[in-house]
């Protein structure tokens, strides 16, 4: 790499902080769910940016955006990508980082006036997070062929309004059918949103994966009845079976341990008064693994106990799979390149596993994909807190450019 | 009594399916929450009957609503009461009931030109349910001096409203104090709510007494965080100390064995999302014991294992009270006008203690005070489906007339 060809950190660092201008928390951190009016304004400021930068736009039908910037041979592109929605509690960097370092690599090579052999592209997939509408990686999921589009378009969110209606509303329901993003590579820089690299004092994270993720939700029915009079024999209590879920999953993972995680995110009652003995709980199991076959097994005991734990009260449970995505790995190649190029540049790396979902997973089983991470400070994410410090930014675009432009050719 | 003082059934289950019209369930039902437009209408229905049968109107500085009809004698009255709010998933019964009956006695003395020697009152009580408003029976409460005024005008509900805001809006402000309504006795006739009667056969239950109530909401704080990321070592998840309470309150009713009581009603999570480790989880738990030591073993118990499961957890807990009331007796006396009047209207009767709450409770300690009960079928209440039967009712209602007559002097 020509030594000219030096990311300008404040100009990133700089987007960074504009987008997450939009949507922001009184008290710090973001809000930007997918499809909100949040997310239009920060997905127009993104193609604002895509547009100066000179990139030929197009939006799917999901709502996936991409720009590409010509190659000297009209082939497919080296993808850069990432996602901008955030949950409701997020930070700056998670997704967006990714998104905002491929326009910071386009826009040096353009200051170089650099010429690459291969396009490249840099997009930002519709609903990552999964936070408003599940599954997450939606529009990833859709383009890659994972989810099918008009059961994706149909999914009502936490708000009772759909996916479909949603991206109209907000005016990115594009043309461009799934599939229609056919990448050479694709690469993702990510904050790592774990305590690893922080914790080792390792500045690169060279991803060798995404574990598998199980999301289901349990819908319990008991009898609302009066919490004084109703003596504990004759109760139905759907809380109660609910929380025995909730503490099944985390004996699971206790019973499992790492990588096995269990998380109860959603809890919800009706009618939810103190003194009405609960006639329906909701709830959410978040169960991850690199393993798939302990994922199943996990999946399977706590069905199970559901099953009994409902029979047990004279409740009945249902159960509805929000997300399953089996475990990936990723393309040797690449992880092997983002080795090599962390090592060039000084960095410390290690290879590690994601812990988190991510739209390369969507991208893994069609053509060659691989992420880089950065530290997380406390290891936090899906949190107002979360924190990367700039240099540790720099080292991982600094990375991230080096392998996507030995994949491109700049030669 | 006089052969020809025989309540009019019709109309009296007319007057309680009208009311029950209002905030009716598109399921069946009723949802009537304490001072909302609902309550309004039915405060307004019911206030028109009152004036219709001639009586003295008085709207309290907490919006309970009495109406009385004179007596040969200017003294205490003797009031027929209870509550015409609802919860959220209400029945027709509950409280209006009581109110009804008292109406309909009024009526038959009026139809028969019956004077008594002391005054006969009919009144209904703010918020008796506290499914709006910590904590229940508050009207009634503030009336006999249990409660605060100026707490009970500031109190907060589920929506975020206040007390004294919500009475002047729907125009039930009214000026009388605290302390206005001097009873001479207080009867109130109510369904049981719970299984008893109609699993023994019985018609009338002569109420010995109310059980003590404890409401604590439980706020637990821990640290919001990625549910594929965070190692299950590192969390400090709310939901799941939020879980281990909800199952301790559980099993504390389960130790102790009846008349304990023991209810999660209400558990909210936040964010409430999938992928997000819960930051703040609240949860209210509700515990009943006619034996005041019991529930004071009950509530210290459930206290220090949330304190032990916040703390293994590495999240803190705070809690707030959001009613506490002793177990009260009712007058042997009139406990005993209610079981004679039963056995010569030829009813099965059988005292018992109440589970619920009821304004009664608040009245008991300053003026003689009993409650009769009916059945309710299949022991349902704060249920769409809460039902007794109109010759069950009619059998409550003969057994209140006479106790309340032989107390007000028709002689
Ligand atoms: N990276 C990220 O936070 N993705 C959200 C999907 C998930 O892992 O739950
Ligand atoms: N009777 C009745 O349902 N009262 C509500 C207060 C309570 O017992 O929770």
New interface residues.
Partial sequence: MAPDLRIDLDRLMGRLRALGEIGALPGGGVKRLALSDADKAGRDLVCGWMRDLGLDLTTDCIGNVWGVRRGREDTAPVVIGSHIDT???GGLYDGNLGVLAGLEIVETLNDAGIETRRPVAVGFFTNE???RF?P?MMGSGVAQGALDLDDTLATVG?DGQRVGDELRRIGYAGDAPPLALKPDSFLELHV????VLEREGIAIGAVTGV?G?S?TEFTVTG??????????A?RH?A??V???I??EA?AI??AFG?P??????????E?????????KAVL?V?L?NTDNVRLIEAETRLRSTARKAAAEEGCTVELRS?ARFDPVEFDEGLVAAIETAAAELGHGVRRMP????HDAQMFAPNCPTAMVFVPSQD?????INEYTAPEEIRAGVDVLFRVALARAGAD
Wanted: glycine fraction near 12%.
């Fill in positions: 949950v409701a509690t997070e999964g936070a599940a997450d936490i790592e949103q774990g305590p574990q993720i999301w009898v609302s009845n009066h919490a004084g009079t109703t003596p504990m004759m209590d809380g109660v609910a929380a025995r909730a503490l985390r993972a206790d790492p096995q995680v269990a998380t109860v995110g959603a809890f919800r009652l009618p939810d008064l103190v003194n009405v003995v609960p006639q959410t978040d991850r929000l994601s812990g988190a979902g290891g936090l994410s899906h949190n």
